[in-house]
Nanobody, 119 residues
Framework: VQLVESGGGLVQPGGSLRLSCAAS????????MSWYRQAPGKERELVAI????????YYADSVKGRFTISRDNAKNTVYLQMNSLKPEDTAVYYC?????????????WGQGTQVTVSS
């Protein structure tokens, strides 16, 4: 299983970024995918969730109306479109899959991509 995030960078407040998470090693289209973030000195927090078909989504209140999660099951990729970025969105962003392994459910994480919102 491999999850590889990309698309992070430095952006000014009010700007936009689109993060990508390319997945491999499992049947991507069958699983829920989610995005988390972790700011310095803070716990990792859930940002958004996409159902396996992309037709059901959930957003943290802090990003609702500004971020959009989507997926392309043909490309095994989940995206996070981030608009109207704020300095408080600065964090390392991770994608996550929870997969069945030997009767249990285990989380798999990517390496993360840094998003910095600053003027």
């Amino acid at each position: 299983v491999q999850l590889v995030e990309s698309g992070g960078g430095l952006v000014q407040p009010g700007g936009s970024l689109r993060l990508s998470c390319a997945a491999s090693g499992f049947t991507f289209s069958q699983y829920v995918m989610s995005w988390y973030r972790q700011a310095p000195g803070k716990e990792r927090e859930l940002v958004a969730i996409s159902g396996s078909l992309g037709d059901s989504t959930y957003y943290a209140d802090s990003v609702k109306g500004r971020f959009t999660i989507s997926r392309d099951n043909a490309k095994n990729t989940v995206y996070l479109q981030m608009n109207s970025l704020k300095p408080e969105d600065t964090a390392v962003y991770y994608c996550k899959a929870v997969l069945p392994v030997s009767g249990s459910r285990l989380p798999y994480w990517g390496q993360g991509t840094q998003v910095t919102v600053s003027s």
